[in-house]
Nanobody, 126 residues
Framework: QVQLVESGGGLVQAGDSLRLSCAAS????????MCWFRQAPGKEREFVAA????????NYADSVKGRFTISRDNAKNTVSLQMNNLKPEDTAVYYC???????????????????WGQGTQVTVSS
C-alpha cells in the first residue's frame, strides 16, 4: 500500500510561484511513474503533469506547458511541481498519484494511476 502526502499549497496572487511536493511511502518509489492532477469546484479532475520512473520522460497539459515543471527525487521519495506565473484558472485542489504498473510512461490517463493523495489547495487571486 502506497501512501502519498501533498504539501505546499496556499493562497497567492496572479503571477506568483508555488512549489508543491508529494512524499511517498509504503512502496518502491523508484519503480513508479508519478503525476499531478487538479480539480476545480464543479469540474472534472484534470491532468496537469506526469513523470516516468527515471525522470527523463515528462508530459504536461497544454494549459501549463512553459509555466509548470515536474521533477522527482528518488532518493527522497518525492515528486514536486514547480508552478510559475500562476493564473486564477490554476485555482484547484492538486493531487499527486502513483502508477505502479507502467513505470516507464508519463501517462495523462487518470485511469492508469492507482494510488492518490488527499490533495492540497492552490488558490490564485487576480
Amino acid at each position: 500500500q502506497v501512501q502519498l502526502v501533498e504539501s505546499g499549497g496556499g493562497l497567492v496572487q496572479a503571477g506568483d510561484s508555488l512549489r508543491l511536493s508529494c512524499a511517498a511511502s509504503g512502496g518502491t518509489f523508484r519503480r513508479y511513474s508519478m503525476c499531478w492532477f487538479r480539480q476545480a469546484p464543479g469540474k472534472e479532475r484534470e491532468f496537469v503533469a506526469a513523470i516516468n520512473w527515471s525522470g527523463v520522460g515528462t508530459n504536461y497539459a497544454d494549459s501549463v506547458k512553459g509555466r509548470f515543471t515536474i521533477s522527482r527525487d528518488n532518493a527522497k521519495n518525492t515528486v514536486s511541481l514547480q508552478m510559475n506565473n500562476l493564473k486564477p484558472e490554476d485555482t484547484a485542489v492538486y493531487y499527486c498519484a502513483v502508477n505502479s504498473g507502467l513505470y516507464y510512461i508519463a501517462s495523462s490517463n487518470r485511469g492508469t494511476y492507482d494510488y492518490w493523495g488527499q490533495g492540497t489547495q492552490v488558490t490564485v487571486s487576480s
